[in-house]
């Protein structure tokens, strides 16, 4: 399940506007961090909702590795025991698939007071310092070296603390957040990220016994317990997964009731694609996006911590505005490399210019299939759905596994919505498909 095949690509012949309904899967950032903290108990926990991806997939192999135990219940339902946990280092091997096993570091640093993980590089979208992970371990009493490519933090106690994020990190509010549930006494996290998956995480660790407050808002509030306990627990849907699919409407000029969401977790999308011209309509779990015979308009984008515009939104949102009448611009304040997908969507035909951190885009009237890769996750499913909206040509997206990383079945439920894509991992199928299409 874990392997990669290179060969992999999705063929895509666009044009046809996506309608029907789609189902959202668990949200892929929230179940990495509750994997993490499922091992701080000794007791059995039950995690259900987690999407079948790449990445958690990895997690989970990780875990398997220091000796926790995971018993599939079905595809999106695990039972975990960390009871027997008998190494408290995690490899390179995983940390280089995913940077997120390092939640494994903030959740055995709380649980043995000692953990280890391979230090975690940059990746696709820039550079991605840990130091702010660094300095709240430090602050609730661990001694933290950094060498020989390795993390290793390490404490005789852990003292809770009042601990200020100079930058507002998800990562690092959610490994401190770890931590602190069994340091002793009292941490105020100040300046704490306030996304919806570092909310389902401290509800999670609340489920297992721990006392921590205020997740959502700015300053977190934790006081230590000595052990926790089982649990089972749901993970919050994917607000990334639905966004994009809202996106798949707008560009394709469609109609999608996408379900199993949390409308609130999208207000920053459904803002920005109401301003775009789209009809977006909200129920209680669902938000319908319709586009239909509407003409697109330009608008502004900044991406932000939440509640602003996400960053993981921001390929996605792109390509809507770049078959969107006008000029619109597109800033990425999160990450410094995020824009690699630009000279990709340009040989669709996208007219985009970079001046730092904006995308300055002219609208054009469509695009038109061609060959690309995916140069990222998210990325690469924007350029997915560009490809859907293609008015001709083919397009041939490759590097697909990044895509894999986070998003579950994404061709099949595409298909369900009438795109006309699919999965092939040979030069055959690809002819085969593109002399059907044709
Ligand atoms: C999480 O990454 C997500 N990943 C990312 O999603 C997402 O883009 C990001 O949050 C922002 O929303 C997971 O949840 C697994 P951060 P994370 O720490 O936690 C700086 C996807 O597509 N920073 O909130 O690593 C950092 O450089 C992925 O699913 C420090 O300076 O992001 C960045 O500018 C891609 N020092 C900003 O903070 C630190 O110690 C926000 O990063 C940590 C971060």
């Known amino acids: 399940m874990l392997e990669v095949c290179e060969m992999e690509q999705y063929v895509i012949k666009g044009g046809a506007p996506l309608r029907g309904e789609v189902t959202i899967g668990g949200a892929k950032n929230a179940a990495l961090a509750i994997l993490a903290a499922a091992v701080m108990t000794d007791d059995t926990v039950v995690i259900d909702n987690l999407p079948d991806v790449r990445d958690v997939n990895v997690m989970i192999g990780a875990m398997e590795d220091i000796g926790a135990s995971i018993e599939r219940v079905d595809r999106h339902t695990v039972r975990i025991n960390g009871s027997k946990i008998e190494r408290l280092s995690v490899d390179y091997e995983y940390i280089k698939k995913i940077r997120a096993s390092y939640y494994l570091l903030g959740a055995l640093l709380g649980k043995y007071k000692s953990a280890e993980v391979a230090l975690p590089g ?34 005789d106690e852990l003292i809770g603390n009042h601990i200020y994020l100079d930058k507002v990190s998800v990562g690092a509010t959610i490994n401190i957040l770890m931590t602190a549930t069994m340091a002793k006494g009292k941490t105020v996290i100040e300046n704490a990220a306030k996304e919806p998956h570092v909310v389902d995480v401290a509800n999670f660790l609340n489920s297992m016994g721990a006392n921590i407050r205020g997740a959502g808002t700015d300053v977190i509030r934790v006081e230590g317990v000595e052990r926790l306990h089982g649990t089972e627990y749901s993970v919050i849907p994917d607000q990334i997964e639905a966004g994009t699919f ?39 779990d669902a938000v319908r996006v319709i586009a239909e015979d509407m003409q697109l308009h330009h608008t502004a984008v900044t991406t932000l911590p939440y509640p602003g515009f996400p ?128």
């Open 246 to 284: 809202m996106c798949a409407a707008a560009v394709t000029h469609g109609d999608i009731l996408v379900k199993n969401v949390v409308p609130k977790h999208l207000e920053a999308t459904t803002a920005k694609l109401v301003e775009a011209g789209c009809k977006v309509v909200e129920y209680d």
């Open 122 to 155: 940059g990746c696709a979208i820039g550079s991605r310092p840990i130091d702010l992970h660094i300095k709240g371990f430090k602050a609730l009493g661990a001694d933290v070296d950094t060498g020989y490519g390795l993390i290793s933090a390490r404490a």
């Open 311 to 438: 960053t993981d939104m921001q390929p996605q949102m792109a390509v809507v505005l770049a078959v969107a009448e006008g000029t619109s611009t597109v800033t990425e304040s999160i990450w410094d490399n995020r824009f690699k997908y630009v000279d990709e969507l340009a040989r669709m035909g996208a007219q985009v210019k970079i001046e730092s951190n904006i995308a300055i885009i002219t609208g054009v009237d469509h695009y038109t299939g061609a060959r690309v890769s995916a140069p990222d996750l998210r990325a690469g499913a924007a350029l997915v759905i560009a490809g859907l909206a293609a008015h001709d040509g083919i397009t041939v997206v490759d590097d697909i596994y990044y895509i894999q990383r986070g998003y579950e079945d994404f061709e099949v439920k595409l298909r369900g919505l009438g795109g006309n894509i699919e999965l092939v991992d040979n030069e055959h199928d690809l002819q085969k498909f593109i002399l059907k299409v044709s």
